[in-house]
């Protein structure tokens, strides 16, 4: 149990990770004058559609199993 713990832990520490990092590299202090053009890891228009598109299948789904 305390193995899953971990790797779920692990899981939500690295997804915040790469979401501090990534606005990092987009905020306005960090992409000033003497800021790299570096790209974000995430691609984040892409994974809130990607998250959207599961919700609503997971609600119509939902909605099929339990209106037997």
């Keep these: 149990m305390q193995m899953f713990l971990?790797?779920?832990l692990g899981a939500l520490l690295?997804?915040?990770g790469v979401y501090v990092h990534d606005s990092m590299q987009t905020s306005s202090v960090a992409s000033g004058e003497v800021a790299q053009?570096?790209?974000t890891i995430v691609n984040w228009d892409v994974a809130a559609?990607?998250?959207r598109a599961l919700k609503?299948?997971?609600?119509?789904?939902w909605v099929k199993i339990s209106s037997r």
């Design 6 to 8: 971990g790797m779920i």
């Design 14 to 16: 690295l997804g915040l």
């Design 37 to 39: 053009t570096n790209r």
């Design 49 to 51: 559609a990607d998250w």
């Design 56 to 61: 609503t299948r997971a609600h119509e789904d």
